[in-house]
C-alpha cells in the first residue's frame, strides 16, 4: 500500500494551498481517509476525514470553515483544499487510509502517506 501526498509548499497566510493524496494497493473505495498534520515539536493531530463512500465529512475545529476535503474514487485521490492559511497551519501534512469512520481517526489509520511540509508565513 502506497499513500503519496504532495502539493505543499510556502505560503503566505491568507492564501491557500491544495495538497492531495493518491492511493495504490488498497481497494480505494471501501477505506476512509484522513489528513492529520504535525508542526515542531508538538503531537501528531487530526485535521479532516471523509467517509468511503465521501457523504460524510469531519474537521478539527481550528480548520472548520476553511480546509475542504474531497475525494475521487476513479482517481484513487483524496483531497485537502486550504484557504485562508495562518501560520499555525504550519506543519508535516499526512494522509492515512482506515476502514472506519468513527471514534478515534488516528486509531483507526492503518495506512500513512509520507507527508509533505506546509508552511505559512505571517
Known amino acids: 500500500v502506497q499513500l503519496q501526498a504532495c502539493g505543499g509548499g510556502l505560503v503566505q497566510a491568507g492564501g491557500s494551498l491544495s495538497l492531495s493524496c493518491a492511493a495504490s494497493?488498497?481497494?480505494?473505495?471501501?477505506?476512509?481517509m484522513y489528513w492529520f498534520r504535525q508542526g515542531v515539536g508538538k503531537e501528531r493531530e487530526f485535521v479532516s476525514a471523509?467517509?468511503?463512500?465521501?457523504?460524510?465529512?469531519d474537521y478539527a475545529d481550528s480548520v472548520k470553515g476553511r480546509f475542504t476535503i474531497s475525494r475521487d474514487s476513479a482517481k484513487n485521490t483524496v483531497y485537502l483544499q486550504m484557504n485562508s492559511l495562518k501560520p499555525e497551519d504550519t506543519a508535516v501534512y499526512y494522509c492515512a487510509a482506515g476502514l472506519r469512520y468513527s471514534g478515534s481517526y488516528y486509531h483507526n489509520a492503518e495506512y500513512w502517506g509520507q507527508g509533505t511540509q506546509v508552511t505559512v508565513s505571517s
Open positions: 494497493g488498497l481497494r480505494f473505495s471501501v477505506y476512509a
Open positions: 471523509i467517509s468511503w463512500s465521501g457523504g460524510s465529512t
